[in-house]
């Protein structure tokens, strides 16, 4: 299920082609990915140094004193956006300044955050890209009072607004689909209420298939 939020409030809430129809589709910036090697050549041997059976009964013992002291934990498959999401989000209120805003993605080290009203609901994010815009940062040796005047703006004139939202039962493949429908970077988790309780990026997904990946969830 997704929604989304803008500064009047609830605008939609229904399925993704649904979702499609009712509010334009935000094009983030891309960055372009860099391809992996995976055809370089595995190191060659260093002369002197022992073959791999030399330590193979060592490495077995290894192996199996872990294995007693960390038990296997239980694979399950991933299937909804709860069990990849972050349940403790960076948000940013409305009513700070963009030099506030900027820092806050700073100090966290994210890309983006939701942006909240008083009362806690998601009326747009504040992204990484939109700060960068070429044609929203001042010219080339402009002068420090235009750049003042930047960061003093409140994050509401920089924010995306309306924002798409998503449910935490949500399927992750149907997801995948709306980030790449929109370009950004991940979608804040919101309730029934629509009160923020997670933010789910494009780095959750990865690292889920990285660390344990159920495959099987990518089939068909």
């Known amino acids: 299920m997704f929604a989304i939020y803008g500064t009047s409030g609830l605008m939609y809430r229904g ?24 055809d370089r050549p595995s190191a060659e041997p260093v002369p002197g140094a022992r073959v791999e059976g030399e330590h193979r009964t060592a490495s077995q ?3 199996a004193y872990g294995a007693v002291q960390r038990p296997p934990v239980e694979r399950r498959p991933l299937q909804v956006v709860a069990d990849v999401m972050s349940g403790q989000p960076i948000t940013v ?24 009203n008083a009362e806690g609901y998601v009326v747009g994010m504040l992204t990484r890209a939109e700060l960068m815009r070429p044609d929203r940062l001042p010219q080339p040796g402009g002068h ?23 449910s935490p039962e949500t399927d992750l493949r149907r997801l995948a689909q709306a980030l790449l429908d929109t370009g950004l970077q991940g979608l804040p988790v919101v309730d029934g209420e629509g009160r923020v309780i997670g933010f789910v990026a494009r780095s959750d997904i990865l690292k889920a298939v990285v660390h344990d990946p159920p495959l099987d969830l990518w089939a068909g």
Do not use: F, N
């Open 15 to 38: 399925p993704l082609e649904e979702m499609r129809k009712v509010a334009p589709t935000l094009r983030a910036a891309r960055t372009r990915a860099i391809t992996p090697d995976l």
């Open 61 to 63: 013992a290894l192996s």
């Open 93 to 116: 209120r409305q009513d700070v300044t963009v030099r506030d805003g900027w820092w806050a993605l700073y100090e966290h080290g994210v890309g983006q955050a939701p942006v909240l």
């Open 144 to 166: 420090a009072i235009v750049w003042q005047a930047l960061l003093a703006q409140p994050v509401t004139e920089v924010m995306v607004s309306p924002v798409p939202c998503v």
